[in-house]
Structures are given as C-alpha cells and as structure tokens.
C-alpha cells in the first residue's frame, strides 16, 4: 500500500515538485528541507530528521543572539502573559527534558484544545476559547514553549491529509532542540512532524 495515503508519519525522507510558483519566491532551506529549482517547478526534498547539513543558518554566527528573538513575546504569541506562563509550567511540572516537555505540551492541547475554524487573534484567545484551527493551534504552542524557555516558532507551508489524498495549507511549529530546529505539528500531535510538511513561509 501507499505509505503517503495510510502512513505518512512513517515515511523518513520525501520528495516533491511545485510547479506554478514565481522566481520571486523564497522557499526556505534548512538543516530538514532542501529546495532547488529544475525548469518551471521547485523541487523539495525533505527529511524528518536532519539532512546532515550541520546547524541551522539562524544560529550562526552569533550563538544565542541570533534565536534569541523565538523566545520573546509577541501580539499573537503572549507567552508572557500570566495565564500563558501559569498553565505551561503547570502541564510540564516535574518534566525535566526538555523534547518531554514540548511532548507533555502537546497531548495537553490534544485533550484540551478543540479543532475548529474560529478567529483567533492570539495564543490568549487560544487558550481562553479552547478553540482554533491550525494557527491558533501553532500561537498557543509556541506560546507555552517560549514560556518555559524553549525557542519556537510558526511555520506555514503545505501538509498532506491522507483522507483527503492530497495536500493543504497548514501552520505548524519549529522548536529548537539541542542546537537544531525540530518540526512539531500540535494539532496532528507529531514530535517530529512528518515529512509530508513542506515549509513555505517562516
């Protein structure tokens, strides 16, 4: 049987073309995604773990400086706010390693964070609402994370849905682990995410 259609989480390494995108456009590369253009379609070859390119290109040179910027608050990612800090430190009370933590977090959204196409502004409204698409999904987590200090981000790219056979635009996160950029999709409930997540827009 076809892995993409049945197990997709399964699948270590994939490779996919694009076609209909301008020059203009700038897919990122990273340590887990590789892109190059061959003619009129962009060619993504991605990975669930490293490719074995080394770190990161956001970490260097500059060390901490340089991600620094994930940990901090934003409109949309309030995880400074009492509330925010308050529930993080309680669901990852007495876990240590940080991957468990991010873990813990994401089986807490998974019981606790409904799916549902509503407007959601900022991981607050997330986590006051219990309710939220992909996006809001990808603010609260990143919220909670940054909260307990671990640097996260928001990426937008496309995903496959096996019962739908085929791909969708979809939101997910980036949370640095020992010194590389891991992809984690809370509303899937993948540490890592699969490979079927091809990023497009950090």
Same mark, same amino acid.
């Given at each position: 049987?076809?892995?993409?259609?049945?197990?997709?989480?399964?699948?270590?390494?994939?490779?996919?073309?694009?076609?209909?995108?301008?020059?203009?456009?700038?897919?990122?590369?990273?340590?887990?995604?590789?892109?190059?253009?061959?003619?009129?379609?962009?060619?993504?070859?991605?990975?669930?773990? &490293?490719?074995?390119?080394?770190?990161?290109? @956001?970490?260097?040179?500059?060390?901490?400086? &340089? /991600?620094?910027?994930?940990?901090?608050? @934003?409109?949309?990612?309030?995880?400074?706010?009492?509330?925010?800090?308050? @529930?993080?430190?309680?669901?990852?009370?007495?876990?240590?390693?940080?991957?468990?933590?991010?873990?813990?977090?994401?089986?807490?959204?998974?019981?606790?964070?409904?799916?549902?196409?509503?407007?959601?502004?900022?991981?607050?409204?997330?986590?006051?609402?219990?309710?939220?698409?992909?996006?809001?999904?990808?603010?609260?987590?990143?919220?909670?994370?940054?909260?307990?200090?671990?640097?996260?981000?928001?990426?937008?790219?496309?995903? /496959?849905?096996?019962?739908?056979?085929?791909?969708? /635009?979809?939101?997910?996160?980036?949370?640095?682990?020992?010194?590389?950029?891991?992809?984690?999709?809370?509303?899937? &409930?993948?540490?890592?995410?699969?490979?079927?997540?091809?990023?497009?827009?950090?």
């Amino acid at each position: 049987s076809d892995p993409l259609n049945h197990a997709p989480e399964e699948l270590q390494s994939m490779t996919v073309a694009i076609s209909g995108l301008t020059n203009s456009v700038d897919i990122p590369d990273d340590e887990r995604q590789v892109c190059h253009r061959e003619g009129n379609a962009l060619i993504c070859q991605i990975s669930k773990f &490293s490719l074995g390119r080394g770190a990161d290109k @956001t970490l260097l040179p500059g060390g901490e400086s &340089s /991600y620094r910027r994930y940990l901090l608050p @934003t409109f949309a990612i309030s995880s400074e706010h009492p509330d925010v800090r308050r @529930t993080a430190h309680e669901i990852a009370a007495g876990v240590p390693d940080d991957q468990q933590r991010l873990r813990t977090l994401i089986d807490w959204m998974q019981t606790h964070v409904k799916r549902e196409a509503i407007d959601v502004f900022t991981a607050l409204d997330v986590l006051k609402s219990r309710r939220a698409e992909c996006q809001g999904h990808a603010m609260l987590f990143a919220a909670f994370a940054r909260s307990l200090g671990i640097p996260t981000r928001i990426v937008n790219g496309i995903v /496959y849905v096996p019962r739908l056979r085929g791909f969708l /635009y979809h939101s997910w996160n980036e949370s640095l682990l020992d010194g590389r950029w891991m992809a984690v999709d809370p509303i899937f &409930s993948q540490l890592p995410a699969d490979t079927t997540h091809v990023k497009l827009v950090e």
